[in-house]
């Protein structure tokens, strides 16, 4: 069963992420008419351009590389191209696609309420990555695997974000407010599943120890 949950999150993961990187065909060239870019027209130039290209184009390869160094985390034999590529995707991620991700958070949609979210996730995911960086370079390997989790949970709050925001579309409550839920719970509620997650692993494992050496 863990492995069907496992390979059914694969398969969603795959249709979300091609989902969202089918809707840049109303981008080449810029099409405001198109679901994200209604109403940016007047803003859509300079920084924000920039910031707008670089951060679709540099979100699906942090995704995709992330992903495979999670699947790779394990396997000595892919050790070699872990780190490399672990180093590849800590400088993309802090160089290019956070900074251009504050650019964007400052023109989000429905205002400063999900502008919020974006800002705070952005430096979230900054933290994470330094810290995951800093306990692989000191061989710390549970640590920075930990870290390194809550970074890919937060570089996927997009196809989170694309799942609710679907949703709320279907089920016709799409507002404002829903979006600002979604900006927020795109990625706190995973992050929040995880911990939890941890905890009860963290207590389990010390009433394991406990119980032996009673």
């Given at each position: 069963?863990?492995?069907?949950?496992?390979?059914?999150?694969?398969?969603?993961?795959?249709?979300?992420?091609?989902?969202?990187?089918?809707?840049?065909?109303?981008?080449?060239?810029?099409?405001?008419?198109?679901?994200?870019?209604?109403?940016?027209?007047?803003?859509?130039?300079?920084?924000?351009?920039?910031?707008?290209?670089?951060?679709?184009?540099?979100?699906?390869?942090?995704?995709?590389?992330?992903?495979?160094?999670?699947?790779?985390?394990?396997?000595?034999?892919?050790?070699?191209?872990?780190?490399?590529?672990g180093k590849l995707l800590?400088?993309?991620?802090?160089?290019?696609?956070?900074?251009?991700?504050?650019?964007?958070?400052?023109?989000?949609?429905?205002?400063?309420?999900?502008?919020?979210?974006?800002?705070?996730?952005?430096?979230?995911?900054?933290?994470?990555?330094?810290?995951?960086?800093?306990?692989?370079?000191?061989?710390?390997?549970?640590?920075?695997?930990?870290?390194?989790?809550?970074?890919?949970?937060?570089?996927?709050?997009?196809?989170?974000?694309?799942?609710?925001?679907?949703?709320?579309?279907?089920?016709?409550?799409?507002?404002?407010?829903?979006?600002?839920?979604?900006?927020?719970?795109?990625?706190?509620?995973?992050?929040?599943?995880?911990?939890?997650?941890?905890?009860?692993?963290?207590?389990?494992?010390?009433?394991?120890?406990?119980?032996?050496?009673?």
């Open positions: 069963m863990k492995r069907i949950a496992f390979w059914l999150l694969v398969m969603l993961f795959v249709k979300v992420l091609g989902s969202i990187v089918f809707e840049y065909r109303n981008y080449f060239p810029a099409n405001f008419e198109s679901n994200f870019l209604v109403g940016r027209e007047a803003f859509f130039s300079g920084s924000y351009r920039v910031a707008f290209y670089t951060h679709i184009l540099c979100g699906p390869i942090s995704l995709l590389v992330a992903a495979f160094l999670i699947f790779s985390g394990s396997r000595k034999a892919l050790s070699h191209w872990h780190r490399r590529l800590a400088s993309l991620v802090l160089l290019v696609l956070l900074p251009s991700g504050l650019v964007m958070a400052t023109r989000a949609l429905t205002g400063p309420v999900a502008g919020a979210a974006f800002f705070v996730q952005t430096f979230a995911t900054a933290l994470c990555v330094g810290f995951a960086s800093w306990y692989a370079s000191r061989r710390r390997f549970n640590q920075h695997r930990a870290w390194a989790t809550r970074t890919f949970i937060l570089l996927c709050s997009p196809l989170l974000l694309r799942l609710i925001t679907g949703a709320t579309v279907a089920f016709e409550l799409e507002s404002s407010w829903t979006y600002r839920f979604a900006a927020w719970g795109s990625w706190l509620i995973p992050l929040a599943v995880y911990e939890c997650r941890n905890s009860i692993l963290r207590r389990s494992i010390a009433r394991s120890i406990k119980g032996t050496l009673s």
